[in-house]
């Protein structure tokens, strides 16, 4: 068998693998409907509900994609050494480059159709939200439905097949959500009875009459840039499954990542007085304010999608560099 | 006795020896040592202890929690998973002794640390007083307002429903009130301007409380005066007023006047001497003297209150963190019993939602406020209405649930001075924590016994 | 010690185990009315290809799985009863040991289960570790341990509370042939001192040697039971055995037993079995040559397991 084709099987076996993890539909459907809630939980705040929930919206998808990364790097590397399934598959005809490359695709992919999942949400759930003292629920309804329904789909498929039912919601609120998001397209988002047109009096911006609601898909970018950042948490991810287990991977991509956000404010004042080790830690540190665009979308500002392409350089090359940091750790490693 | 101690010991060996552990411990130790070097608070001291208790010990204590999660887990799921359970379960333990271990080994670690941290804050403090310079004036003031621990004695409650529907008839006489109101919202709305007025002063005008002892006062003992202004219902320009403390025949009178830009807290301390020696009932009264219209608010809660001092602060310090720790050992419960019943990702999760809605129960109970009023502000359609219904429904039932756990933020009151009594720290943890502790522990024992230990996962 | 010598120690009759699905269907029949009884002194093999029903027959008697249907006794009293379980000792298929504990530390935590304490449990612990050949491995931790040591510490806790009955699911997995001899030597011990041993092996010459009846599974179900003497013996065949002859005096006997049964025999030289051949290679190398590394000569059977009329170790 040729070595080159093994690189699909591993990656396809991850991707098929992780999703049957309970816990991973658990976090998935709870960050979901925490997103498509937070127009309930945060209106009724004096005209500030729509910048609360985009800010909420892009702020749980960023810290979902770090809870989400570091289980399942464990699951797709640390839990293979230590079951020896890795074992059985490097006596295979497979490098152990081609091997973790695999790996980091899978989970990768996961990583990226949840993140798409949660940006649709999140695009919905500001939509919702975009009216003072209006909850859009006929926007909301269809996310509701589509998580449900893939609940309800899985439990059938379930029963009627005996696939997993875990991987199958997962798979399925992948499939649905999408599918909700383009109906929410054709749906105007009015306010349902007068009675929210009284309290828009309530507020400093009164809603435009009748207009409908338009999608901000001045969130795209912002989606887009948080999503990057999930790619490059799976790579810290996967280089700490390849040592720790998942509590000790947690803290350290918690750690990094709370040092990543905090890099300017920690060594700007270092780095001003020339201090070499403050200009290398900043350089290798990921710095996430880059990733954060909630604050340049107030007041209608848009990113453009020349800045997201530079930061998807950045994103790509620090990447990269930490992939072979893994690579030339695991190459070295002994599995038992 | 014995297959319990066993079991316990087992279980703290296997937690200290674990990798998990000691990334936590190593995590711990550097948020001990660097989170206060980050924080300073406002610059004063009292801010910085304000930030040593509120924030370093308090994020140890989220760590900490983050800890237990774990170890209470992996306690019975993880080792169901590995099936090491397998050779225990064919042992002569009861599946009783089997929970109570697993979960007296998990606090016991997590209540150590705790007191851990708390005595290196303690040291902190110490030092950072030591060292700070500061007058004698302020290293009393110090001494006095937040290394201590103050008793907080409330003005009596009048009841104001008698104004406000004086006020709410008046107003409707008047064709002042909304027409397309609800009774109910018309009623709280003109409550609470009624709460707010009544601990108002116009320019020339005063307004007064009446404060009950428990027990009188005694000949120099020190207690003091602390007012919050309302500062979202004024402006920022410094208001001159006088206060008054005299007993209610005005035989004892202490007055001090004042000058203040009306934002935070602040103290007069005062001693009890002459007629004020020996009374149970004072009169406390604030006359605005602005010249100008500016009208003063008090905070309707707790913007006027008594101290009279309640011990020192190192007991009050260690009895506050008394109730996080009864709070983690809950938390530990909850994780021993999700694990005896779930997987260990998934009783991970079950867990971690638990200690995510209790930490975020204060938002849920703003939402219950704001859509209460909500629902009965607005007449909407039948199915908006009804789910309106149903969320409130559920987010009140979760209230129902967490508001047992509700310890009124202790290390908030100790870092400012105030009391957290025996009292109460021994009704949260015997009248509240235990009976929820036994009924998760019944429940988690009940739920492992009759689950098949022996299949597949 | 058993109060009834003549009850069983084991009892089931018609036990039933399906596993379900989430949705309550059956998904595998699993054991389908199985008989057993098994008496003091006695020791029983439980044979059977994978997904006959060993284990999860194994694991119903020790009330870690719920049967579906059936009854089901061990000592007299339903197997999830604690008071049972102090007079049980169960050899998992696996060791699943905490890693972080050494050997004497693993003995201690299961002595410390069945309430033993101070002299008594230092000296059982001591005996055992003796016996399996690990009292040298001091500090090291069980999860440093090869498979084989792992699965002598396994067998020194199933022994532990000296217990009436003993189950063993694949007790000589991972062992070498010395430590095969020694469990094999273990259970005749037992089984002489009068406590029933169950054992579930795939080494099916192990359980010839040391068992004296056995069930054969299949399908969740009972298809062969009996002695082991009655189950192997071939219809309508004799053995003899003799010492070697001349050429002519050999000649001279085929030729007699051809014209007696009409067909000449076949002779061939009596084989020892490799196990036999290997322990003589292995003895007389230590003889010659001393111990090597890894696990070491074996010592004596620990006191509390041996029989009280059993001669006292040299």
């Known amino acids: ?336 | 006795m014995s297959t319990l101690a066993a079991i316990y010991k087992l279980t703290l060996r296997s937690i200290l020896r674990e990798r998990v552990a000691l990334s936590m411990l190593v995590l711990l130790a550097l948020v001990q040592i660097l989170l206060p070097m980050g924080l300073k608070g406002d610059g004063t001291p009292q801010g910085e202890i304000h930030m040593h208790i509120r924030y370093s010990l308090g994020f140890s204590i989220i760590l900490l929690a983050g800890m237990m999660l774990w170890a209470s887990c992996a306690s019975i799921a993880g080792d169901l998973s590995s099936k090491r359970l397998h050779m225990v379960l064919t042992k002569p333990v009861s599946r009783a002794a089997l929970w109570w271990g697993k979960w007296l080994a998990v606090t016991t670690l997590g209540t150590s640390l705790l007191l851990v941290c708390g005595v290196i804050t303690l040291f902190r403090i110490q030092y950072l007083v030591a060292h700070s310079d500061l007058s004698s004036a302020e290293e009393e003031q110090l001494r006095r307002q937040t290394l201590t621990s103050r008793v907080p004695i409330d003005p009596v409650r009048e009841d104001l429903s008698p104004r406000a529907e004086k006020m709410l008839k008046e107003q409707r006489e008047r064709g002042a009130l909304p027409p397309n109101l609800p009774e109910e919202v018309l009623q709280r709305e003109v409550m609470n301007y009624v709460r707010l007025m009544r601990h108002a002063a116009d320019a020339g005008a005063s307004v007064e409380w009446t404060f009950h002892l428990d027990q009188p006062l005694r000949q120099g003992e020190s207690f003091q005066l602390a007012y919050t202004f309302d500062g979202a219902s004024m402006g920022v320009t410094r208001l001159p007023g006088t206060w008054r403390i005299s007993t209610p025949d005005a035989s004892g009178v202490f007055t001090t006047s004042v000058r203040h830009i009306p934002r935070g807290e602040f103290v007069i301390p005062l001693r009890a001497e002459g007629a004020l020696a020996g009374a149970d009932t004072l009169t406390v009264r604030f006359d605005n003297k602005s010249e100008t219209s500016d009208r003063v608010f008090f905070k309707p809660d707790g913007g006027v209150r008594l101290y009279r001092h309640g011990g020192s602060f190192v007991p009050n310090l260690l009895r506050a963190l008394l109730l996080p720790a009864g709070l983690l050992a809950l938390l530990a419960a909850v994780g021993v019993s999700a694990g005896a019943v779930f997987s260990l990702p998934v009783a991970c999760y079950v867990t971690a939602v638990f200690l995510f809605v209790r930490a975020f129960s204060g938002v849920v109970e703003d939402v219950v406020a704001q859509q209460s009023s909500h629902q009965a502000e607005t007449k909407e359609s039948f199915w908006a209405e009804t789910t309106h219904t149903a969320r409130l429904t559920v987010y009140k039932g979760i209230l129902l649930i967490l508001d047992p756990l509700d310890v009124r933020h202790p290390l908030d009151r100790v870092s400012r001075g105030i009391r957290v009594s025996s009292e109460e720290v021994l009704s949260t943890l015997g009248l509240r924590f235990l009976p929820i502790l036994l009924f998760i522990g019944a429940g988690g024992i009940v739920c492992f016994s009759r689950r098949e230990t022996g299949a597949a996962a | ?314």
């Open chain 3, 1 to 314: 010690m058993i109060d009834d010598p003549n009850a069983p120690v084991l009892y089931t009759r018609n036990l039933r185990k399906t596993f379900k699905d989430f949705w309550r269907r059956p998904r595998a029949r699993a054991v389908d009315g199985i008989n057993l009884t098994l008496h003091p002194g006695e020791v029983f093999g439980l044979l059977g290809p994978n997904g006959s029903g060993k284990s999860t027959t194994i694991k119903m008697l020790l009330g870690l799985l719920h049967p579906d249907g059936g009854e089901i006794q061990v000592l007299g009293k339903p197997p999830r009863d604690v008071r049972v379980k102090h007079r049980v000792g169960y050899l998992p298929e696996e060791s699943y040991l905490y890693p972080y504990l050494d050997a004497r530390e693993t003995l201690r935590f299961y002595a410390a289960l069945f309430g033993l304490k101070g002299k008594e449990r230092e000296q059982r612990i001591d005996e055992l570790l003796d016996m399996v050949g690990l009292a040298h491995t001091g500090r090291r931790r069980v999860g440093e341990f090869s498979k084989g040591m792992a699965r002598r510490i396994g067998l020194a806790q199933a022994l532990i509370n000296d217990p009436d009955l003993v189950i063993l699911d694949e007790p000589t997995s991972g062992l070498d042939p010395l430590g095969t001899r020694q469990v094999k030597d273990i259970v005749h011990a037992l089984a002489d001192k009068g406590k029933a041993v169950l054992l579930s092996s795939h080494l099916l010459a192990d359980v010839e040697d040391v068992c004296d009846r056995v069930s054969i599974l299949y399908g969740g179900q009972v298809r062969a039971n009996g002695p082991i003497r009655d189950l192997l013996q071939v219809a309508n065949h004799l053995q003899i055995r003799l010492k070697d002859l001349e050429d002519e005096r050999r000649e001279e006997l085929l030729s007699t037993l051809e014209r007696l049964l009409g067909e000449r025999p076949a002779l061939e030289p009596t084989r020892k079995d490799l196990e036999t051949f290997f322990l003589e290679v292995v003895a007389q190398a230590r003889r010659e040559s001393g111990e090597g590394s890894g696990t070491r000569q074996e010592g004596r059977l620990a006191s509390f397991l041996q029989h009280p009329e059993d001669p006292p170790a040299a």
């Open chain 1, 1 to 336: 068998m040729r070595s080159r084709s093994s690189f699909a099987p591993i990656a396809r076996l991850t991707c098929v693998e992780i999703p049957r993890q309970p816990a991973l539909l658990l976090l998935t459907t709870t960050l979901i409907l925490f997103i498509g809630l937070l127009p309930y939980l945060i209106t009724h705040n004096l005209g500030e509900a729509g910048k609360l929930v985009r800010d909420s919206s892009l702020a749980v998808l960023f810290l979902g994609s770090l809870l989400l990364a570091v289980p399942s790097a464990c699951n797709a590397v640390s839990s293979e050494i230590r079951r020896g399934t890795a074992g059985a598959i490097l006596s295979k005809p497979i490098g152990r480059i081609r091997f973790l490359a695999a790996k980091y695709t899978g989970v990768s992919t996961v990583m990226l159709v949840f993140t798409g999942m949660a940006s649709l949400a999140t695009l919905m759930s500001d939509r919702a939200a975009s009216r003072d003292f209006h909850v859009g629920q006929e926007i909301l309804i269809p996310l509701y439905l589509a998580v449900a329904g893939a609940y309800i789909l899985a439990a059938l498929i379930n029963f009627t097949t005996r696939r997993p039912f875990s991987s199958t919601a997962f798979w399925s609120m992948a499939l649905l959500i999408p599918i909700a998001f383009v109906w929410t397209c054709f749906l105007d988002g009015l306010p349902s009875s007068s009675a929210d047109l009284l309290h828009a009096g309530h507020t400093h911006a009164a809603p435009s009459g009748n207009a409908p609601i338009p999608i901000r898909w001045t969130l795209l970018p912002a989606c887009f840039l948080i999503i990057l950042a999930a790619l490059m948490i799976q790579a810290l991810a996967l280089l700490c499954a390849l040592r720790l287990g998942v509590v000790a991977s947690l803290s350290l991509c918690t750690g990094f990542f709370l040092m990543g956000l905090m890099s300017d404010y920690l060594l700007a004042d270092r780095m001003a007085e020339g201090e070499l080790w403050a200009r290398l830690t900043y350089t290798l540190l990921p710095n996430w304010q880059h990733f954060w665009m909630a604050d340049a979308l107030t007041g209608g500002g848009t990113v453009p999608w020349s800045y997201v392409g530079q930061a998807a350089g950045y994103a790509f090359t620090w990447t990269a560099g930490l992939l072979c940091v893994a690579l030339a750790l695991f190459d070295r490693m002994e599995v038992r």
